[in-house]
């Protein structure tokens, strides 16, 4: 059997460094034997720290909304020489995890001992091409699905106060509705390079009206708006409150979910469907406050620094 540390040591050197390992896996505690669903794959690399507890009577199923993060986490595992865990009992799906329940009916399978969602985007996503960063000059995609209607249609088809209220909304982008008169005026916009030049224009980027830079140069006019339309075309926050409301659906009793989320509208949703189940009397709280990153962390991986996990036992 290899040892818990060359398992942890194989995660930590894939390209996506799992964010807050440590601290997922001991709010989590998978034990031997138990089910656990990760509803955000990727590469895995919470999955194999946890299948490894789980042994080999464990039960595993792993979704992604992303096909190409599916068939790469089979394609790593298949290369782990000693790999314990049986793949008669990894369940591989390409599929959004607010459909979990569907899921668990359609294959048959219990109520789970443990869920994992850890929010958003990979690192490998965003050199995948598929127009999540602005600092490219990428297809104006950003969608976790190849099956889901890209950014670029989205923003063609619609109103200009739509679009002005996603920015603001998703974005708590001041300056929402310049820019969404902007990328209207400025249609057709099919590629991340051109719209992030075309919000840059729009801002008060260099001397505004109000005699300050946007966000005093600490921000690229873009970050707010990308996240936006990332968030509206992947109905980021519907899917996580869709599948927080059905927990009791998805864990049994004694069951851990974990949540590690990277903004204030997703962690905003958790921390209230959270308070609400255990407000009901059916769940309560493993940490009171958010974990976060510690400093070593922090420096290490940037992207941990906006991370905040909760963590609810089912009773
Ligand atoms: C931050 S990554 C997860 C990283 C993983 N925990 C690891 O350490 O390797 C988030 C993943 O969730 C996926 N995703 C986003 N929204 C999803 C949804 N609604 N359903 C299923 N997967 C989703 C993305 O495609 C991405 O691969």
């Known amino acids: 059997m290899k040892s818990r540390r060359s398992w942890e040591s194989w995660a930590f050197n894939m390209s996506h460094v799992p964010v807050l390992l440590e601290e997922t896996l001991k709010v989590l505690d998978p034990r031997p034997g138990e089910f656990f669903i990760d509803g955000t794959l990727d590469g895995g690399g919470h ?61 048959k399978l219990n109520k789970a001992d443990g869920l994992l969602l850890d929010l958003g985007f990979s690192s490998a996503q965003l050199e995948a091409g598929r127009g999540f960063s602005f600092s490219k000059d990428e297809p104006l995609l950003m969608t976790y699905s190849a099956d889901s209607k890209p950014a670029y249609e989205w923003i063609g088809d619609l109103k200009e106060k739509e679009l002005a209220k996603i920015i603001n909304n998703f974005g708590e982008e001041r300056f929402a509705d310049r820019i969404a008169r902007a990328i209207k005026k400025n249609l057709p916009i099919k590629t991340t390079a051109r719209l992030a030049q075309v919000i840059k224009e729009a801002v008060p980027f260099r001397r505004s009206p109000l005699g300050k830079n946007y966000e005093r140069g600490r921000l690229n006019p873009a970050t707010r708006t990308f996240q936006a339309l990332r968030i509206f075309v992947n109905q980021e926050l519907d899917n996580l409150q869709t599948v927080l409301n059905q927990i009791p659906n998805i864990l049994n009793p004694g069951g851990r979910v974990a949540v590690i989320s990277f903004h204030s509208l997703e962690d905003r949703i958790v921390k209230n469907s959270f308070r609400a189940l255990v407000g009901a009397g059916r769940a309560e709280l493993i940490n009171k406050k958010p974990v976060v990153a510690s400093r070593e962390e922090s420096s290490n991986n940037p992207r941990s620094r906006s991370a905040k996990l909760r963590a609810l036992r089912i009773i």
Do not use: C, H
């Open 47 to 107: 999955a194999i720290a946890v299948l490894e507890r789980l042994g080999s009577n464990g039960l595993f199923l792993g979704l992604d909304w992303d096909e190409t993060m599916i068939k790469g986490f089979q394609e790593r595992i298949a290369k782990i020489s000693n790999f314990q865990f049986p793949i008669s009992k990894l369940i591989l799906i390409k599929e959004n995890y607010k459909n979990i329940p569907m899921i668990l009916k359609k294959r």
